[in-house]
């Protein structure tokens, strides 16, 4: 069961991709960057469901079934999948540095600073890779922010959209486990 949640997940990454595109054309701020980006949601989320290793994989696996839909050199499309993957890997891990514990998944608190801590991570591994690539000509400050408050955006929309099908579905009766992510 754990192994089509993970290949689930992984499909669902690059279709949220894509309807992303067309849903949010309007906040793009170029090819790379979006005031709306939901897929950000869908990194923490696999790596605070399916724990460290399962989560990092299901986005990279995600990653690789994009590959694909961009139009830019493969080794700038591979160095964005492997930054989108250990953005969320780095942040738990930080988390759990600086707090000294795990994060608590029914912690609101837990939630927001996690989130807040992946989007800069994310926004900050993209445009140093970019600036390695040479991409970027310089490390552009006003794009790294646009991109963390894209991914913001796009987290706490998915957030919001996923407690809203969580109460409609146990309004239906569906009953949830109360559990940690998976330790692997």
């Known amino acids: 069961m754990h192994i089509l949640l993970i290949f689930a997940l992984a499909v669902l990454f690059p279709a949220t991709h894509i309807l992303n595109d067309w849903l ?17 949601f869908l990194r923490l989320f696999n790596v605070l469901v399916l724990g460290p290793v399962f ?10 079934l994009l590959i694909p839909h961009f139009d830019g050199p493969l080794n700038l499309t591979l160095m964005n999948i492997v930054c989108s993957s250990a ?5 738990l891990m ?3 540095i600086y707090f000294k514990r795990s994060v608590q998944l029914t912690s609101l608190k837990d939630l927001a ?13 993209h445009h140093t890779t970019w ?6 000509k310089g490390l552009n400050i006003s794009e790294m922010f646009w991109m963390l408050i894209g991914d913001l955006n796009g987290a706490l929309l998915g957030a919001y959209l996923m407690k809203a ?5 146990e ?14």
Not at 131 to 136: A, F, R, Y
Not at 165 to 169: A, K
Request: a positive charge; hydrophobic letters at 50%; proline letters at 7%.
């Open 24 to 40: 949010f054309d309007f906040a793009n701020i170029n090819a790379n960057i979006s005031l709306i980006y939901m897929p950000a």
């Open 55 to 64: 989560g990092t994989f299901a986005t990279l696996l995600g990653g690789m």
């Open 87 to 91: 953005g969320p890997i780095i942040a």
């Open 94 to 96: 930080s988390f759990k």
């Open 113 to 125: 600073t996690m989130t807040v801590i992946y989007c800069v991570f994310n926004s900050f591994l």
């Open 131 to 136: 600036l390695m690539l040479d991409i970027d």
């Open 165 to 169: 099908t969580i109460d409609f579905l």
């Open 171 to 184: 309004s239906k009766g569906v009953k949830f486990p109360k559990s940690s992510p998976p330790k692997n």
